[in-house]
């Protein structure tokens, strides 16, 4: 029995247009959350939440935070696939004037950050709080666009925080502003563990 090829051979045009088109459909995206309404890292580790239930693995690095809160702990008890890491104290940061010790874990964190994104080991990695990091000057600018210029194609990277650099939003593929309308802070409603404030 012989067989007969119909279609000729693909020559190396068609497997660069194959190659695009499987790159267009697993293309991992670039979100930044910024603004100065509240929900950006609730929005983030919804992403999360989303990612995990269809199998992926997230990291998130939590930029000047020290405080074990609400998304940390949910991962630590009932998440697996979801690794937090906390990169700072529980102390406020000096915009103008932060102290050594908030630029020594900002840059550490930055380290791991570099470290997680290279690994392959997660589909999904959330830098809290890093627009704000780079803000105050705790992490280079020019270390973040590298960071995201050179991630691996298929890794989704969330960026949080205010004050997003308008370099930092050009090269996201997704960009959010929260505008604060009414916070319940001007109605004298004290903070409470477990809901957003």
């Keep these: 029995m012989s067989v007969d090829k119909i279609d000729p051979p693909m020559d190396d045009s068609d497997q660069n247009e194959l190659k695009k088109i499987r790159e267009q459909f697993t ?12 929900g950006k890292t609730t929005a983030a580790f919804g992403q999360a939440l989303r990612a995990i239930g269809h199998g992926y693995k997230v990291c998130a690095i939590q930029f000047m935070k020290g405080r074990a809160y609400g998304e940390y702990q949910s991962a630590e008890k009932y998440l697996p696939n979801l690794t937090v890491h906390l990169v700072g104290l529980d102390s406020f940061v000096m915009r103008d004037n932060p102290a050594p010790v908030d630029i020594e874990m900002a840059r550490k964190g930055f380290a791991l950050a570099q470290k997680v994104i290279s690994s392959g080991e997660f589909d999904m990695v959330i830098l809290d709080e890093i627009n704000v990091a780079i803000d105050f000057k705790l992490i280079p600018l020019q270390d973040v666009i590298d960071l995201v210029n050179n991630k691996p194609p298929d890794l989704d990277l969330i960026l949080t925080g205010r004050y997003a650099h308008p370099d930092i939003v050009k090269l996201a593929d997704t960009v959010t502003e929260m ?19």
């Design 27 to 38: 293309k991992g995206i670039v979100i930044v959350n910024t603004g100065n309404g509240k």
């Design 179 to 197: 505008k604060e309308i009414k916070h319940h802070y001007a109605a004298g409603i004290k903070d409470r563990a477990g809901i957003e404030y």
